[in-house]
């Protein structure tokens, strides 16, 4: 979170596995409630309803805006960062992302969805907070996690962010983004565990706990039998040469060409492939986007005058 003059610029990155701000990230799922459940532990009241935050798993949705999941997650987003400095009331701006190629099209919508309630008031984890939310800026997924040393970058560089639910790929030349040359990919790391899922079924005969699935691509083992720790590498691996593959028909070249890449799918790349560390650098930072959002919201605010 960043403070300027009485505002606060909360940059969110809404994954589709997880929320992520600058200083949090917490699990993208979310159920309801009309009373008051068993356990509170995590729970956001907001307009008469009971919502448990990290809860379940948020499916994929293409348009971000066509239920309130998204709304309440950002309000528990923003709740995180405050709490952090004991502030309960303030003036907000979101800054916010979406997928490259989608940006465009959606931005507005986005904005307008994020916007709906100037003033809002809610509770989360017991504490009330009366927040106004000033402005909305939308920015594109990708190039927000390279923002702040964007300019630096010499020669031809691609930029893969590898999410939960969609990889967004960029060309950068001399630090520069090249608006014909940025793509996304319904391709995140969810169809990897949709993919170990299937494994499982037809070579197991049995289910797999998502959980053990994730400690696997996370860290690249578990404590779990050898035959079943080989089904979930051998289909990972998989998904990782598919990344290559479909970087590759997008002109990517690593003898010429540097790599950058983001999102919770670089473990995969890191646990699965074997690469040119020259070559190939890893954004390590779970909450690089969001950082990067308020980077470019902080910009071009101060360029505009506004606060």
Not at 26 to 31: A, D, H, M, V, Y
Not at 155 to 175: F, H, K, P, R, S
Request: hydrophobic share 40%.
């Amino acid at each position: 979170m960043k403070t300027m003059n009485n505002t606060k610029i909360i940059g969110i990155d809404h994954g589709y596995g997880n929320m992520k701000t600058a200083n949090h990230y917490f699990p993208s799922g979310i159920l309801s409630f009309d009373a008051e459940p068993l356990f509170t532990g995590d729970m956001l009241i907001y307009n008469g309803k009971y919502y448990l935050i990290g809860e379940g798993h948020k499916e994929f949705i293409a348009e971000k805006v066509n239920d309130e999941d998204y709304y309440i997650l950002t309000l528990a987003a923003i709740a995180k960062e405050l709490k952090a400095e004991n502030i309960t009331e303030a003036h907000i701006v979101v800054a916010a992302g979406l997928p490259l190629t989608w940006t465009s099209g959606q931005k507005t919508a986005f904005r307008e969805y994020l916007m709906k309630n100037t003033e809002v008031d809610f509770t989360y984890k017991k504490t009330a907070y009366h927040i106004y939310i000033d402005d909305v800026r939308i920015y594109p997924q990708g190039y927000a996690a390279i923002a702040s040393f964007a300019t630096t970058l010499k020669g031809v560089n691609l930029i893969a962010d590898i999410g939960n639910g969609t990889m967004n790929t960029l060309y950068m030349i001399n630090g520069k983004p090249q608006q014909g040359k940025m793509f996304t990919e319904k391709f995140g790391t969810y169809q990897c565990t949709l993919a170990v899922r299937e494994a499982f079924m037809q070579k197991a005969q049995r289910e797999i706990n998502d959980a053990i699935i994730d400690e696997v691509l996370i860290t690249g083992t578990a404590n779990i039998a050898p035959a079943d720790l080989k089904i979930i590498k051998g289909v990972a691996a998989e998904y990782v040469r598919d990344i290559f593959r479909r970087l590759r028909e997008h002109g990517y070249d690593d003898s010429t060409v540097m790599l950058y890449i983001a999102g919770g799918g670089g473990c995969l790349v890191k646990n699965f492939c074997k690469l040119n560390a020259d070559r190939v650098k890893f954004v390590e930072d779970i909450c690089a986007a969001a950082k990067g959002y308020e980077y470019l919201a902080e910009a071009q605010l101060k360029a505009e005058g506004k606060v």
